[in-house]
Structures are given as C-alpha cells and as structure tokens.
C-alpha cells in the first residue's frame, strides 16, 4: 500500500537532534508530521475501493485528539470547577466514532481506522501516567501512529513476513506506534544501561547497582548537563537514590553535597528517549513484529 512508502525519518532524524542538543523538540516537528500523516491517511483512502464514505468519519476523533495535546487549555477539572469545552469536544469525537461503527458494522477496516485514536488516547494516558516521561514522547508517538495506521511493507521488509490471515487484527490489537515505543523501550533499557557500565569500568568508577544507571560527575559541571543527581542528603546522610525524583531544588541540593565533603557525586543521564524511538521505527519496518510470527 502508499503507507509502505512513508518516511518520516527526516522529522524523526531532526527530532532527534535536537532531543539530543537541549532535550527538548518545538511542537512544531510533531504538528507538520501529524499533518503529513493525516493527509497520507486521506489520500490513501479516497484512492481505496474498499473505503466508504462513513469511514471518513475516522478524522474527527483522529483530529481532536492530535490537536488537543497542543492546545493550551485549562484542564476538565481547574481549581473545583469543571471545563465543559474539552468534555463537549471528546464527546463529538465519541459520538463521531459511535456513528462509524453503526453505518459501517463492526469490520475489520472499521477496527483498524479506530485503532489510530485509540493508540493515542492510550500515549496521552501513558504520559499522564508517568510511563512515558517526556511530553514530546509522547507526541512523537501519536505522530507516528498518523504516519503508520497500517503497518509497513517495503521491498521485501519486513524480514519476518506477516501472516497472511489475522494482519488485521495484530494492526487492530498492536499497532505499528506501539511496537515502536515497545522496541523504543527494549532498546533503551539494555543498551542505556550496558554502555553506562562499560564506560564506568573505563574510568575505574565502581559502584552496584549505580554503574548501570548512571555516572559519576564534578558537582560543579551537574547544573549544566542534562542529569539528575543520584546522592542526597537526608538526616545529615548522604544516600544513594537509584530512582531520584523529578523537581526540587537543584542548587540547595548540591549545595548540601557540597558542604557534605563530596566533590564529585553519582548522577543519572536525561536520557532522550526519541534517539531509540527513531531507531524503533527502522527495527519495527526491517525486521517486524513478533507476533506476526506464524
């Protein structure tokens, strides 16, 4: 299909970059490869047989879930009172939903097209959640769910061949963006922590479990890189923290260090997350899925 030709690594490659230069990326990388992919979407619809006028239905809810994580909106619930716009506007992509699944019936083309909100529903509740951390992951993530609806078959990829029955039903039950954000994950949880040691040993900074989660820097140079400190004080104590919590005071904290004894202190990497995402998307269209395994 036209959705085995799409290529948004140059937004993904840019992306990247500049999660990786100031862990941060401008919405508008994710807006333009949403955009692309809505209109991808459009166009390999009104250019498919099988694709009804019902189904088009699909980019109600698919626009006002990609759009909403932009809008800088007060939440449903504000200082006790309740927002009625956003719960107005998610019951038109509710309903709209409803609407396509009563004319169409319950088909497979049906189940894919609502997968694609569905996926980034679940993105924005991950992210509320704390599963995913950055909220430019997960819009990354939703942006990748527009661009890949269906999965990607390009010349001969992926190595692992879909099985020819039931490609629905994995698109349905395991879109394209998740095993993205699942190979994402598995990446980063075992390459992260094996160069983290590896570099470690290197410099002959021993420590269990903290050589896999971190390294050790001059506490001085800590507020001008993108980590988060591993040691503390508590109680008069310097302790060790595996998982150190978001926010606080970073200066007072160092300070305590500081006056403490300590020079150079454990801390753990901002790692940016987007660099194995992009990578995801080239092992999740090379090699495939697992479950498509027959």
């Known amino acids: 299909s036209g959705i085995a030709t799409r290529a948004p690594h140059r937004d993904m490659t840019a992306g990247s970059v500049m999660d990786w230069r100031a862990r941060k990326v401008p919405n508008r990388v994710w807006i333009g490869l949403g955009t692309v992919g809505i209109g991808l979407l459009a166009f390999e619809m009104i250019s498919a047989d099988s694709i009804a006028p019902a189904h088009f239905l699909i980019f109600i809810p698919i626009i006002i879930v990609f759009l909403d994580v932009f809008w800088d909106r007060e939440p449903i619930f504000w200082e006790g009172k309740v ?79 879909y099985p020819e029955q039931g490609m629905e039903v994995i698109q349905m039950m395991f879109p394209f963006a998740f095993l993205t954000l699942m190979n994402a994950a598995i990446l980063h949880a075992i390459a992260g922590p094996l160069l983290r040691f590896f570099k470690n040993l290197a410099r002959k900074d021993y420590g269990f479990p903290e050589m896999f989660l971190g390294h050790r820097m001059d506490i001085a140079d800590v507020p001008k890189r993108f980590v988060w400190p591993m040691e503390a004080v508590r109680d008069g104590e310097v302790v060790l923290l595996l998982f150190p919590k978001r926010g606080g005071n970073l200066n007072e904290e160092l300070a305590e260090l500081k006056a403490s004894g300590l020079d150079r202190i454990w801390v753990t990497p901002k790692d940016p997350f987007i660099i194995p995402m992009t990578v995801g998307i080239a092992f999740s269209a090379v090699v495939g899925n697992l479950v498509g395994l027959r």
């Open 83 to 161: 927002n009625p716009l956003p719960i107005a506007i998610y019951l038109v992509a509710f309903g709209a939903m409803v609407t396509l699944v009563a004319l169409e019936g319950a088909t497979m083309t049906v189940g894919v097209l609502l997968a694609v909100p569905a996926i980034m529903l679940v993105f924005v509740a991950f992210y509320y959640l704390g599963i995913i951390r950055g909220g430019a992951d997960a819009k990354a993530l939703m942006a990748i769910a527009l661009m890949f609806p269906a999965y990607p078959t390009i010349a001969g990829l992926p190595l692992i061949e």
